[in-house]
């Protein structure tokens, strides 16, 4: 297969696996909606892809723990501290590391991988919040 045919395919993959994630979030109210997690896959992938053609002979892994380090800090900043103790938006958090990585894998050209991790994915958004029980 020509290469950039394949290179815009796993873009393709990418912004269309982070959509699918982004769609049930944005469905759910979150803020971290459809366009979020449609470009963080797209960027993760294209920065995957640039590091296996562009740059012959270099690391791609180098490259997939700056991502990985870059998601943790926009992750970081979903996560809020409110009064009485409360923590939310980790699991707004947690989804972005997880398209991110969908998007490594879809540009890495695994895409068996990129989807299951899609699904699994879904099917862990979609579990019922369990609710602890108040401290007595």
């Given at each position: 297969?020509n ?6 395919l ?13 769609f ?113």
């Open positions: 297969m290469t950039n045919l394949e290179m815009a796993r873009l393709l993959l990418a912004v269309f696996l982070g959509g699918v994630i982004g049930q979030r944005e469905m759910s109210g979150k803020e971290a909606g459809l366009r979020t997690n449609m470009l963080i896959s797209l960027g993760s992938a294209l920065f995957t892809v640039l590091s296996v053609y562009a740059f012959p002979g270099s690391d791609p892994a180098r490259l997939a723990a700056g991502i990985a380090t870059g998601i943790g800090f926009i992750g970081a900043g979903v996560i809020l501290h409110r009064s009485g103790g409360a923590v939310v938006g980790l699991t707004t958090a947690a989804t972005i590391f997880a398209v991110a990585a969908i998007g490594i894998g879809a540009g890495a050209g695994l895409y068996i991988v990129s989807v299951v991790a899609t699904v699994l994915a879904l099917v862990i958004l979609m579990l019922p919040h369990l609710k602890k029980p108040a401290d007595k």
